[in-house]
C-alpha cells in the first residue's frame, strides 16, 4: 500500500522504510539539473522565484540531522 505523498507530509509518523525511501528519492532530485533535462530556461527561472515568493529552501539550506536532532 502507498499512501500519496502529500499524505505523507501531513502524516505525524511514517515507518522506517518509508523516510529511508523518501530520504533516497529526494537526495536524488536534489542533485539533478532542469536544465540537462531539456526544461527550457523560463521556466527554470519561474520555479525559482515562484519558490522564492514562497519562502521553499533549497536543499543546501537543510542541515543533514534537521530529523535526527541531538
Same mark, same amino acid.
Do not use: M
Given at each position: *500500500?502507498?499512501?500519496? #505523498?502529500?499524505?505523507? =507530509?501531513?502524516?505525524?509518523?511514517?515507518?522506517?522504510? !518509508? &523516510?529511508? +525511501?523518501?530520504?533516497?528519492?529526494?537526495? *536524488?532530485?536534489?542533485? #539533478?539539473?532542469?536544465? =540537462?533535462?531539456?526544461?527550457?530556461?523560463?521556466?527554470? !527561472? &519561474?520555479? +525559482?522565484?515562484?519558490?522564492?515568493?514562497?519562502?521553499?529552501?533549497?536543499?543546501?539550506?537543510?542541515?543533514?540531522?534537521?530529523?535526527?536532532?541531538?
Amino acid at each position: *500500500h502507498q499512501r500519496p #505523498l502529500a499524505e505523507l =507530509a501531513r502524516a505525524q509518523n511514517v515507518t522506517r522504510r !518509508t &523516510a529511508q +525511501r523518501i530520504e533516497t528519492a529526494y537526495r *536524488h532530485l536534489c542533485r #539533478l539539473d532542469p536544465a =540537462a533535462d531539456g526544461v527550457p530556461g523560463n521556466q527554470i !527561472t &519561474a520555479a +525559482r522565484r515562484k519558490a522564492a515568493r514562497l519562502g521553499w529552501y533549497g536543499p543546501l539550506a537543510w542541515d543533514d540531522n534537521i530529523d535526527a536532532p541531538a
